[in-house]
């Protein structure tokens, strides 16, 4: 079942990938949103709106946005047109925060210490690196010792810490509210990093740069 192909202590860096994404999607959302103002069919409206301006069609999302004076202020149905599929590899203590979001799918690989862990910031400048990194090669030893007879209870032993590869596929609705509220100044900041890097893939490579504004409670500051 498992390939140990990292030492423990060789951490992956965390990643997120956006892996499958649709280039008309602002389109279709656009096309979306006007269909209940509308008699025509929605392939009459989607050509309507592939000969907008780029100027139009963002008036109109943020026409139909509004003012949203704080993040629980969402957008109706039109957004739920089109999505995002993301490959993540971040710690498991992230991961579980994030697979709470029901709205979506989410589907993860066994957790192992194969892909390493990383030391916080945090517990360097307290002085107690050696205990902390003591604490991780524990949960690892043991679940090596676990893994032939118990190959899959044997990641009870896994630390949180400890790095996993897991994918999420959601609309752009839930986009907006996992990236505003996994990015909120409370986050952790290894769900924080996840969230802002999947609004900076919406925005920069699928190239849905007004559904990408229109997610403005996305917070990139950083926090003591």
């Known amino acids: ?48 709106v592939e000969k907008m301006s780029v100027e139009d069609k963002t008036e109109i999302l943020q026409a139909y946005v509004g003012e949203r004076s704080n993040r629980r202020h969402k957008p109706g149905r039109a957004f739920e047109r089109t999505s995002y599929r993301f490959d993540i590899l971040s710690d498991y203590g992230a991961f579980r925060d994030l697979q709470r979001h029901r709205m979506l799918t989410i589907e993860w690989q066994q957790l192992t210490p194969f892909h390493g862990y990383d030391v916080p910031e945090s517990i360097i400048e307290a002085g107690v690196a050696t205990q902390f990194e003591d604490i991780l090669s524990t949960s690892s030893n043991l679940f ?81």
């Open 1 to 48: 079942i498992f390939s140990n192909e990292y030492s423990m202590r060789q951490s992956e860096p965390t990643s997120v990938q956006l892996t499958d994404f649709d280039p008309d999607g602002e389109n279709k959302v656009v096309a979306a949103i006007l269909y209940s103002h509308s008699h025509k069919s929605e392939n009459e409206l989607l050509k309507d």
């Open 144 to 224: 090596s010792a676990l893994s032939e007879r118990f190959p899959v209870g044997a990641s009870y032993a896994v630390s949180l810490q400890f790095k996993l590869r897991y994918v999420m596929q959601m609309n752009v609705r839930e986009a907006m509210h996992l990236t505003e509220l996994r990015s909120a100044p409370a986050g952790h900041p290894a769900y924080r990093e996840v969230a802002q890097n999947m609004h900076t893939l919406i925005r920069d490579v699928a190239g849905h740069k007004a559904l990408a504004a229109a997610m403005k409670y996305v917070d990139y500051e950083v926090y003591e």
